[in-house]
């Protein structure tokens, strides 16, 4: 590799990494972007959306545009996809409500996400074949350090940046560096791929739509769930209003079932399938997609709602800051024990690695339903650590033994469909616990009576009855299904122990498959 292909592949890195970390940078600047979106705190299962968006959006960019690399070529796939990510930004920098957010962000999603596979596909242009494992490594070394640093990227942004929205620099600055990295892969190219007609066929456009179809169809059944057999018109508790496809819930999950019946009957028929479903055939690679899907629905829990406890308990000001600082020590020792990973599972092995890390996720989160029985932050830092270096454990090995499963030919694609499936776990994940939070919460003070001032009451000793009501009653209340939440993450990487018991005891040898 000459020095103008090393370039390329770092500017190519380096937006991979951006990418990255916007996956995740939402998680501390959350509770400040809801705010001056002027939303409900209670509608989460709306806002839960800004989240979402990105993640679906990222899930189906990654085989869609590696395939289309692959296609029209390295070089225009990455500018396009640039070009997406960096106009989601400016949208989101721009966004005024929450619709324009959520817009925003799936577009960013859709860039940001096809920005991997093609970053990948250049690896496998440029470098010899043996050379391409170590460099492909790297790659998803640089993705999984962006999402686990977002979370600290975006309180370090909002901590400097000025205005009172200062959560907006966090995607103002994407544009910039989007444009470097353009620039840098545009001036130096990377040879493009032969074979440019038919496109349409190769791409295979259906398969990408019934993909989305079903992505969109369930996440929103599964987030509207909360409400499901509520009677209609009924108040939502603390004044948020009532999900404008409550009434759509069983329908969307019926399509979503019809949709992936289809996914599956066209991906196993299409000559150039998104997906490719015969890996399944192996129940070791079967075992961990499965481990990995648990495995995301568990991890998105604390991602997310740290920063929203910690919005409960501190003052607005400070809520980025402090929830960077609680979630540091939980994602630097995922990243820390994800690189060690490979050294530690060939040591201790597949199984007992993936279990010990699965146990240890355990373990962390019935600490932290411990931790916050108080209501003391401090609280949170036993579990966090513990959980981080689960799940930090558990990525490698469930990794490996997919690479390990799949055919030689397979072992990139089946690489990415990891990743892509525990996205898919952390969108559904975080869809299904939302609905029961909502529902959960609905149950304890959806009738409470709505505090009026009295027609004698002064306005100060209203305001010490609603301050009363939040302090004795909304708090706590809320707090109380923050913390069964973790416990639900918690059974989530228990459950996950049932494929992972499937996995070898050791790798194989390496002249295996």
Known sequence: MNSTERRSLA?????????????????????????DLRVNAADVDRYVWIVNSYLLAYIVAIPVVGRLSDILGRTPAFLGSLALFLGGSLICALAADLPGMIAGRAIQGAGGGALLPVTMAMVGDVLPPGRRAAALGLVGAVDTLGWVLGPIWGAALVEI????????WVFIVNIPLAVVAAFAIGRVGVRKTAGTTRWVEKLDVPGALLLAGTLLALNLGLSAGGELGAPEGGARALGGSRNPVSELVLPLLTIAIVLSGLLVWRQRRARWPLLPVRLFADH?????????????????VAMVDTPVITAM??????????????????????????FAGGRIVSQVGFRRTASAGLLLVAIGYATLWLGLRDGALVGMVPGLVLAGAGFGLVFAPIGATAIDAAPAPDRGIAAAMTLVFRLLGMTVGISILTAIAVRRLQGLVGNLEAVVQGPDESTADFLARQTALLYETVLPVSLQVARETFLLAGAIALLALVPVAVFSARPSSPDAS
């Open 161 to 168: 940046a000025p205005g009172q929205d200062s959560w907006r």
């Open 11 to 35: 500017a190519a890195l380096a937006a991979v990494f951006l990418g990255a970390l916007d996956l995740t940078v939402i998680a501390t600047i959350l509770p400040g972007m809801v705010t």
């Open 284 to 300: 070791r690679f079967s075992a961990a997609i499965a481990a990995n899907f648990l495995v995301g629905a568990s991890l998105i």
């Open 313 to 338: 308990l501190v003052d607005q000001s400070a809520v980025s800051r402090v929830s960077a600082l609680m979630l540091a020590p939980f994602t630097l020792l995922i990243a820390l024990l994800s």
